[in-house]
């Protein structure tokens, strides 16, 4: 499977709670898009959020998150990692 990098913005005063809450929410229902969300980061100064993922494609990352009411703004395939 491949890695995605996606970005969520508009998301200012975000607190870690709101964030585990949203991160809990994709892992409840991201199996039935065959998408794995390995961790969610996010800065609530500037408002935006990171999210890292295994799935057979950006449209699956998106599907979830649309679903659990954060569609990202952006979806990015990350081919290389060290």
Known sequence: MAR???VHHGM???TAEELKQAHRADLA???EEGVHFEAAWAD???GIVYCLS???SAEAVQ???E???HK???VHPVPLAV
């Open 12 to 14: 200012e005063g975000i």
């Open 72 to 74: 990202a703004d952006e």
């Open 54 to 56: 295994e799935a057979p």
């Open 44 to 46: 609530p100064d500037s």
């Open 67 to 69: 679903r659990t009411g």
């Open 63 to 65: 599907r979830i998150h």
């Open 29 to 31: 229902i991201e199996g």
């Open 4 to 6: 995605f990098m996606d």
